[in-house]
C-alpha cells in the first residue's frame, strides 16, 4: 500500500491550497480516508477525516469552515483549504485507517509542506 500526497506550498493568509493524496496497491472494504498535519515543534494533529460513503465526516476545530475533505475518486481524497492562516502552517500527512478482522491499521503518506506567510 502506498499513499501518495501532493498539492502542498507557499500561500499568503486568506488564500487556499488544495492537497491531493492517492492511495495504491489498496484493496480494502472498511475505511477512513483523512488529513493530520503537523507544525514545527507541536504534535500531530487530526485535521479531517471521511469514511467510504462520505457521510460521516470529521473536522478538527479549529478548521470547520475553512477546510472541506472530499472523496473524489475511488483512492484518491483532497482537501481544499480556503482563509488559510498561519497557524495552519504544517506538513500535512494523508491517512488511511482500516478496520480489519483483527483491528486497525494506519497507513500514511510521506507529507506535503504548507507554508502561510505574507
Known amino acids: 500500500v502506498q499513499l501518495q500526497a501532493s498539492g502542498g506550498g507557499l500561500v499568503q493568509p486568506g488564500g487556499s491550497l488544495r492537497l491531493s493524496c492517492a492511495a495504491s496497491?489498496?484493496?480494502?472494504?472498511?475505511?477512513?480516508f483523512g488529513w493530520f498535519r503537523q507544525a514545527a515543534g507541536k504534535e500531530r494533529e487530526g485535521v479531517a477525516s471521511?469514511?467510504?460513503?462520505?457521510?460521516?465526516i470529521n473536522y478538527a476545530d479549529s478548521v470547520k469552515g475553512r477546510f472541506t475533505i472530499s472523496r473524489v475518486e475511488a483512492l484518491v481524497w483532497t482537501l481544499q483549504m480556503n482563509s488559510l492562516e498561519p497557524e495552519d502552517a504544517a506538513v500535512y500527512f494523508c491517512?488511511?485507517?482500516?478496520?480489519?478482522?483483527?483491528?486497525?491499521?494506519?497507513?500514511w503518506g510521506q507529507g506535503t509542506l504548507v507554508t502561510v506567510s505574507s
Open positions: 491517512y488511511a485507517n482500516v478496520n480489519l478482522f483483527s483491528g486497525t491499521k494506519d497507513y
Open positions: 496497491g489498496f484493496d480494502f472494504e472498511d475505511y477512513r
Open positions: 471521511i469514511n467510504i460513503g462520505g457521510d460521516s
